[in-house]
């Protein structure tokens, strides 16, 4: 076939239709981020750039055009870093500085300008030595443009082996099912570029044929097969990741309905104990002729404080619907400090946070009620003057209460410290729950998401 036929005319318009409707359902799929849909369309749109740019300057042979062919050769060079944005972008990740992927592609298009100021018989003389196959610059920007994809394809796979999953986050599956597909979707442009590269290789030095005929028939008849590969599996991931989704949802919906039965149940177990004890103890002052006493109205106080320190807890989940590990250890200081005050035990802190873990409100709020039953039954039963509560946040999450009181044994451990409770509220959010006595006399309780 010779690049004058028609049939390259016909075949390349071909192309240009057909890869413009594979990517139209990914720029209208709104349910995707713009970034997302703009990085995946770079890359067909690549293709499309080259197939125009080449029957503009070789079939028509207008060599008035070649400043423009040139400056249009450098939007292949863009070809890596939308791959690499597309890979990070639909993995909710940005890429924070994005003026170093381009400036190999403004360099082309710059070069390419140049070629504006040529004369009439230069340019004729340049696109006969292209159509020869013997125009260096030329040959040298078309094996650059292969060879340059080769650095994001290794620092793309990189990015995705370093890339890890919280199996405890609710969107989990969708997060795997994307990261999945982003490793697929490497390997076809990675299987594209080479066996292409293979192709042209064996076609220019091995059977002679000219970058000419692989940019006008090669390209548009091998290119469009591999890419609507890509456009038919994306499709299938959006519909796979659109009804994970509901599902998702739905599951999302039933542990939010667990979460608020969970959170009426400890309001009836600890503000309703409260509220019936502070109403009993009216009734019977109220029924009494004796005069109320110090200890009665300090008892009274005490009961009214609960109630409302309780109810600040419970407002404090339900205002957040994830909850750092910097802000809950943040509530768990002001409490443990107005629960010490006016005693002779003395509370210190430390924390070690380096990644802030996202918690739950779920997972929150049930080790604050862990902490807060540690602390109380310090008060109540160890004779400690001394507490220390820690954090620390890094690749594990734990927090510790430590105090150096009178320790305990196995025996009274579940009367004494509320063992079963605090290691039943840990089970309840997938956390490890341990207790022990110090070397001395003391004892520490920890909660960690990490098995020791």
């Known amino acids: ?119 009439p018989e230069e340019k004729i003389s340049i696109m006969k030595q292209m159509a020869a196959g013997s125009y260096l610059p030329y040959n040298s920007v078309n094996t650059a443009v292969i060879i340059i994809p080769l650095y994001y394809f290794v620092k793309s796979k990189m990015w995705l082996k370093k890339f890890h999953l919280n199996p405890n986050d609710p969107f989990y599956v969708q997060k795997r099912i994307r990261k999945n597909w982003a490793n697929e979707f490497l390997n076809y442009m990675i299987f594209s570029l080479f066996s292409f590269l293979i192709i042209a290789t064996l076609a220019t030095y091995l059977f002679h044929v000219p970058q000419m005929y692989l940019d006008l028939i090669g390209m548009p008849i091998y290119f469009p097969f591999i890419y609507s590969v890509v456009a038919v599996r994306n499709n299938m991931i959006s519909k796979e990741l659109e009804m994970n989704y509901v599902l998702a949802k739905s599951e999302n919906d039933k542990k939010l309905n667990e979460q608020r039965i969970d959170i009426s149940r400890d309001l009836h177990d600890n503000i309703g104990a409260y509220a019936n004890s502070l109403i009993a103890k009216i009734d019977h002052i109220s029924t009494s002729d004796k005069q109320l006493n110090s200890n009665q109205i300090k008892d009274l106080k005490a009961n009214a404080e609960n109630i409302l320190s309780l109810l600040r807890q419970t407002i404090w989940v339900l205002n957040n619907d994830k909850i750092a590990a910097e802000s809950s250890f943040d509530y768990v200081k002001q409490y443990a400090l107005k629960i010490f005050i006016n005693t002779n035990i003395k509370v210190s802190f430390e924390e070690n946070i380096v990644t802030n873990k996202i918690l739950s409100t779920t997972e929150a709020s049930n080790i604050f009620r862990i902490i807060q039953e540690a602390c109380q039954n310090i008060m109540k039963h160890s004779h400690a003057n001394k507490v220390k509560i820690s954090i620390i946040s890094t690749d594990y999450f734990e927090i510790s209460v430590e105090d150096n009181g009178v320790g305990f044994t196995k025996n009274n451990a579940v009367d004494s410290y509320g063992l079963n409770n605090m290691e039943e509220r840990s089970r309840n959010i997938g956390m490890f729950f341990t207790i022990e006595n110090l070397k001395g006399n003391g004892t520490k309780i920890t909660v960690t998401d990490s098995p020791k």
């Open 1 to 119: 076939m010779n690049y004058k036929d028609p049939v390259v005319l016909i075949l390349n318009i071909t192309v240009i239709l057909v890869l413009i409707l594979l990517i139209l359902p990914t720029l209208l799929n709104k349910k995707e981020k713009m970034r997302v849909r703009i990085s995946f369309s770079v890359i067909f749109l690549i293709v499309i750039v080259n197939c125009i740019g080449n029957l503009l300057i070789f079939y028509f042979e207008n060599y008035h055009l070649l400043g423009l062919h040139f400056a249009l050769m450098g939007v292949p060079f863009l070809f890596g870093p939308a791959i690499y944005f597309y890979v990070k972008e639909i993995n909710d990740t940005h890429v924070k500085n994005v003026v170093p992927h381009i400036i190999i592609p403004i360099i082309a298009f710059l070069g390419g300008i140049l070629y504006n100021f040529c004369s």
